[in-house]
């Protein structure tokens, strides 16, 4: 059972344009959601992260959208950059569930310039 | 500098041997994880500890076996019970558990199976 769906598997953007990635999650116990950015070979980098008392988390040119009555959350990547290529994880975590971060399948993006 | 070190980086393993992949943290974290990730999909856990001299099983930890006998060492070992092994694998820790806090990764060990 997927508790983290992800989508979309891939996405090619423009130098400049703006990425959306999204994911949804099923259980009510979560109540911390970061998204980790992944280069080829290497581990997973915390980007950002939000909790639910907020709607709207900004940093830089990344932002959580975060919509807990539809239990969905997505990372916007505003002027996306050649060096934003790589693979973005949404997670999920709670107390409630285990403090065990559950993954979403990932996304790779490419930004050509 | 403070950080989890995961060795070897690279792994080949015969048919039928057990291996064990290392993983070490200097950053005073209660909580680490191991996690498999395969090509193009995400990170399934396999183990995790919140404590030393304890830990539970993930979602996929059939053929894997750890041990957490000092805080800041958390090895894998990928038994020949493993039917697949072959997969990039992922140490990580995080801090006090009851906190939802950034979880750290190491580098990473790829597993081959010859």
């Known amino acids: 059972q997927q508790q983290v769906k992800q989508s979309p598997q891939s996405l090619i953007v423009q130098k400049g344009g703006i990425s959306i990635i999204n994911c949804a999650y099923e259980?009510?116990?979560?109540?911390?959601f970061p998204w980790y950015q992944q280069f080829p070979g290497k581990g997973p980098a915390l980007l950002i992260a939000i909790r639910p008392d907020v709607s709207e988390k900004k940093e830089g040119r990344f932002t959580i959208s975060f919509n807990k009555s539809a239990k969905q959350f997505s990372l916007h990547i505003m002027d996306s950059q050649p060096g934003d290529s790589a693979t973005y994880f949404c997670?999920?975590?709670?107390?409630?569930?285990?403090?065990?971060?559950?993954f979403g399948g990932g996304t790779r993006v490419l930004v050509k310039p | 500098d403070g950080g989890i070190t995961q060795s070897p980086k690279y792994l080949f393993r015969k048919e039928g041997q057990n291996v064990t992949l290392s993983c070490e943290q200097n950053l005073n974290h209660d909580a680490m994880y191991w996690y498999r990730q395969d090509p193009g999909q995400g990170l399934r856990l396999i183990y995790y500890?919140?404590?030393?001299?304890?830990?539970q099983k993930g979602d996929i930890a059939e053929g894997y076996s750890v041990s957490r006998e000092k805080k800041e060492s958390f090895p894998l070992t990928v038994t020949s019970a493993q039917k697949n092994p072959t997969a990039f694998y992922l140490c990580?820790?995080?801090?006090?558990?009851?906190?939802?806090?950034?979880?750290?990764f190491g580098q990473g060990t790829r597993l081959t199976v010859v």
């Open positions: 500890s919140q404590i030393v001299n304890d830990f």
């Open positions: 997670a999920a975590s709670g107390e409630a569930a285990g403090n065990k971060l559950t």
């Open positions: 259980n009510t116990a979560f109540d911390y």
């Open positions: 990580a820790s995080s801090t006090e558990r009851g906190l939802n806090t950034e979880a750290f």
